[in-house]
């Protein structure tokens, strides 16, 4: 299995970077996770933005155009000796050169970003637990007001996600103020009364690519949508609840906290938008 690291691709076990690299050390980074459906990666430009705005938000420049970004993952993704991956890219403030302290808040002077990237095997639901749903738990949002920045320093989110994974619990639904913001690793739409509903973008939560894609497949297909604050009330009297992310799709969620979310099985809105989503896809694959 090759990785791409600083220019280069590398067997997996040849890929080794400082230990005074600061995504290492402080956590000084920002990622992306793009789904490869038959070598064709999805929506690629739309990652692409989503990386550039990360790099803004830490005020690092990127080191690498759209063209070479484009390329360079073209190439990771065809030394693959799979098909379908999930491609996971990392850029970190890179190590201090010489002269510099080893350790230091500040950024560091001249140091050349850390560019990483792998492909793994890419595991999306089996239409077995796409027909059971998931159970999933709430909690409070803790994390930091720029959770917009998709940042490696994940301490909130895993801590989050584990309590629910204690429990056999697969997503931790997070509430801040009263109001649903996300799932630790995924966005969470609400169905009520035949209308799908979502928080709107804002830094209190990551923008999906899938969220976006739910969306525009709403509107195409006349689902009414709304985009509004999501009080914690309608998520608990929620007819439906999903959980969407590139690698979870589209995810029923049927039980909240031990209670069954509507009828406790997953929902018509939720089969027709997962097989939306997935005539979806066989359409980009296409082209
Ligand atoms: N996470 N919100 C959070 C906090 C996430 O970590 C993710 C995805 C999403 C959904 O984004 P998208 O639809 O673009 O996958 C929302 C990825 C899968 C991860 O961290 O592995």
Known sequence: MSVYLNGEFLPRAEAKVSVFDRGFVLGDGVYELVPVYSGKPFRLDAHLHRLQLSLDGIRLANPLGIAEWRERILQLIALQDFADQSVYIQVTRGTPVEGQPLRDHAFPQGAPPTVFMFAQPLVTATPGQKAAGVCAISAVDNRWLRCNIKGISLLANLLLRQLAVDVGCVETVMLRDGFLTEGAAS????????????????????????????LELAARHGIPHEVRPIAEAEVRSADELWMTSSTKEIMAIVKLDGVPVGAGVPGPFAMRMDALYQAFKQDVMRL
């Open 187 to 214: 966005n969470i739409f609400v169905v009520k009364d035949g209308v799908l509903r979502v928080p709107p973008p804002s830094n209190l939560m990551l923008t999906g690519i899938t969220y976006d894609v739910v």
